[in-house]
């Protein structure tokens, strides 16, 4: 059995999930190429079955805080998005032996932002969800060897808080990726009634972030149709960019970037964020990652491929098979929310 200081900051275990019912941090072993291969940092995806390793919230605080002096990290960078924007192929573009890690979506950073959601508190008082973003980066950041840049991608229903992670070191910057309403709406019906189930799911978590939705009644969530709730959350994700974009663009450490331009300009991207985030890669080696196979292969599923030309024929058959519906919802959207647009130009945009 590991004990409580390997599991805190050994990089041989990573923090998995926070229970806050139980007020516990729970620990999975795990090895780096196991972290490279994953889209996603979920126990599913790695290994169902494997055992995890419990610590008090309070005991790994207090293990963080005696540590921190004698394991100085450098500061994470982020991949902030909206979702169906080519966040996690940059993340696997930004993951390079010796130079960065990425870590896609891991779990502990969804606790935090669920915390800040359920105004979470311990039964004894002493802690509560306002210390979770800052502990969850804590035992993140060791999974970043000396000389190498810790990126981290977290899934899209964490950006509630998004300000909290960037106020925790001032050397970090973040990308915050974004499509458009049309996009987004395609993306999710590719994705099928699975699809239309996690945007369901993630609504009832985002709608908690906005005061005037989170007391929506259960009755009149589901008399939604599966198009306007999945634009619906589409807009709320653009509000949450706009207003983060507007706290920290005078800061220089939040940039937006249209998700298509990495996809049609990898190349040029690539360029620019390298450039951004001064994570000093050499011209040669963002050559390589966009000639490679990470270019034509499913950034989601290992193992399959992709191709504009495929996505853009997809895209295309569920346009025919929703006929006129889809440009209904969108016209249904805009009569609503007057000031969106279906494709917005956020803020602080970085040039490429």
């Known amino acids: 059995m590991p004990t409580a200081q390997e599991l805190v900051v050994s990089e041989n275990y990573l923090a998995y999930r926070i229970d ?10 795990i090895r780096r190429d196991e972290m490279r291969l994953v889209s996603c940092l979920k126990r599913e995806y790695i290994e169902p079955q494997r055992q995890l390793h419990a610590l008090p919230i309070a005991e790994v605080q207090q293990l963080l805080s ?31 032996k010796g130079k960065t890690v990425s870590l896609r979506e891991p779990q502990i950073l969804l606790d935090a932002a669920n915390a800040k959601r359920l105004r979470w508190r311990s039964r004894s008082g002493l802690l509560d969800h306002r210390i979770l973003p800052e502990l969850a980066l804590k035992l993140l950041v060791k999974h970043a060897k000396a000389g190498e840049t810790l990126i981290i991608k977290p899934i899209n229903s964490i950006n509630n808080i998004m300000t909290e ?6 050397d970090s910057k973040a990308l915050l990726l974004y499509t458009d309403a049309r996009r987004f709406l395609l993306s999710t019906l590719k994705k099928g009634e699975g699809g239309k189930r996690m945007i369901r799911t993630m609504f009832d978590l985002i709608r908690c972030d906005f005061p005037h939705l989170s007391n929506l009644r259960l009755t009149d969530v589901v008399r939604m149709t599966d198009i306007t709730v999945i634009l ?3 807009r709320l994700h653009i509000e949450q960019a706009e207003q983060a974009l507007q706290q920290h663009s005078a800061n220089g450490n939040l940039a937006s970037l249209y998700g298509e331009t990495v996809i049609e300009k990898p190349l040029e991207s690539l360029q620019a964020i390298n450039q951004y ?30 191709s504009l030309s495929e996505r853009d024929k997809i895209h295309h058959r569920i346009e025919t098979f929703y006929a006129g519906e889809l440009n209904q919802c969108l016209q249904w959207l805009t009569k609503n929310n007057p000031e969106t647009r279906l494709i917005p130009r956020l803020g602080s945009p970085l040039s490429v």
């Not at 100085?72 to 924007?85: D, E």
């Not at 966009?290 to 491929?305: I, N, P, Y």
């Open 20 to 29: 806050l019912h139980q007020e516990i941090i729970e620990f999975m072993s």
């Open 66 to 96: 005696s540590t921190d002096q004698q394991n100085v990290h450098p500061a994470p960078h982020f991949i902030f998005h909206t979702a169906f924007c080519a966040s996690t192929y940059l993340s696997r573009c930004l993951d390079i």
């Open 165 to 170: 992670l960037l106020r925790l070191h001032a």
């Open 232 to 234: 619906t959350l589409w």
């Open 277 to 306: 985030l001064e994570l000093g890669l050499l011209p040669e080696t963002l050559a390589e990652i966009t000639a490679g196979k990470v270019r034509t292969e499913d950034a989601k599923h290992t193992g399959q491929s992709f």
